[in-house]
C-alpha cells in the first residue's frame, strides 16, 4: 500500500509507511510527529540498505531516501517560522515593558532582549543552512537513484521527479531563509514613545503589531512549504 504511492517494490512497505506519515504530518504541520516518523524512517531504511543486493532495490531505497531528506528540509522551514513566532512574542514583551522601563534598568533590559532576538537569528540562519543541505542530498540522491533506475531498466519511477523538487526547494530556500530574517529584523525594531502615543507602528496599529502583525510574515514564509508538501503528496500518489 505505502510502497506503491513512492512506486518502490514491497519489501519496503514499513520504511514507505513511516516516509508517507512523516509527510502528511508535515502537511498538517505536526512537526514532532514529522521528526519522530523520519527517525522510524531512518531506523527501517537502515536496515533495508543491509539487504539489498540489486541495482533495483538499491535504487528504491535511494529513491525513499531522496524524498526522507525533502521532508528533512521543510521540516527545518517550519522550525524557521515557529522561531519567527517565538520572536515575535518576545517582541511582544518588549515592547510593552522596553518603552515604560526605569532609567536603573532600561539598560539591563534592552540587553536581555538584544541578547535573546540574536538567539533566535542564529536559530532562523541555522535553520536555512540546514534545509539547504538536505534539499542538495535529495538532488544527489535522487540523481543516483535514476542511474540506479536505468541500469536496473525501470522507466516506471520518481527518482526525477523527486531531483525537480529538490532543485526547485533548493533554489527557493535562500529566498524563504532571506525573508525569515528580514522579518526578524522588522521585529526587532524598537518602537519610540511617539510611535505608541500615535497609535501607529512601521505603517501597522500598535494593537496589530502588538498582537501578532507578523502571522502575515509566517504565512509567506509557510506557504511555499504547505503547496510544496501538497506538489509532493499528489506526484507521490500519482
Do not use: C, H
Amino acid at each position: 500500500m505505502y510502497a506503491e504511492t513512492f512506486r518502490v517494490q514491497g519489501w519496503l512497505e514499513t520504511p514507505a509507511k513511516w516516509l508517507r506519515w512523516a509527510m502528511q504530518s508535515l502537511t498538517a504541520r505536526k512537526l514532532d510527529d514529522v521528526r519522530y516518523n523520519l527517525g522510524q524512517f531512518w531506523t527501517t531504511i537502515a536496515a533495508a540498505k543491509a539487504q539489498a543486493v540489486s541495482q533495483l532495490q538499491w535504487a528504491d531505497i535511494l529513491t525513499l531516501d531522496s524524498q526522507s531528506q525533502w521532508t528533512l528540509g521543510n521540516l527545518y522551514q517550519n522550525d524557521q517560522s515557529d522561531q519567527l513566532k517565538s520572536l515575535n512574542g518576545l517582541m511582544t514583551s518588549r515592547n510593552i515593558v522596553v518603552p515604560f522601563s526605569a532609567p536603573e534598568i532600561l539598560g539591563a533590559a534592552v540587553t536581555y532582549f538584544a541578547t535573546e532576538t540574536a538567539v533566535i537569528r542564529s536559530k532562523i540562519a541555522s535553520l536555512g543552512e540546514g534545509a539547504g543541505a538536505a534539499f542538495k542530498a535529495q538532488i544527489s540522491l535522487a540523481n543516483q537513484a535514476a542511474e540506479a533506475y536505468r541500469k536496473a531498466g525501470n522507466t516506471n519511477n520518481q527518482a526525477t521527479n523527486s531531483a525537480t523538487v529538490g532543485g526547485y526547494a533548493s533554489t527557493g530556500n535562500a529566498a524563504n531563509t532571506a525573508e525569515a530574517l528580514r522579518q526578524a529584523g522588522n521585529m526587532e525594531k524598537v518602537p519610540t514613545l511617539a510611535d505608541l502615543l500615535t497609535g501607529d507602528f512601521f505603517g501597522l496599529p500598535v494593537w496589530a503589531w502588538l498582537g501578532g502583525a507578523a502571522t502575515i510574515a509566517l504565512l509567506v514564509v509557510t506557504a511555499p512549504t504547505v503547496l510544496m508538501a501538497s506538489q509532493v503528496v499528489r506526484k507521490a500518489t500519482a
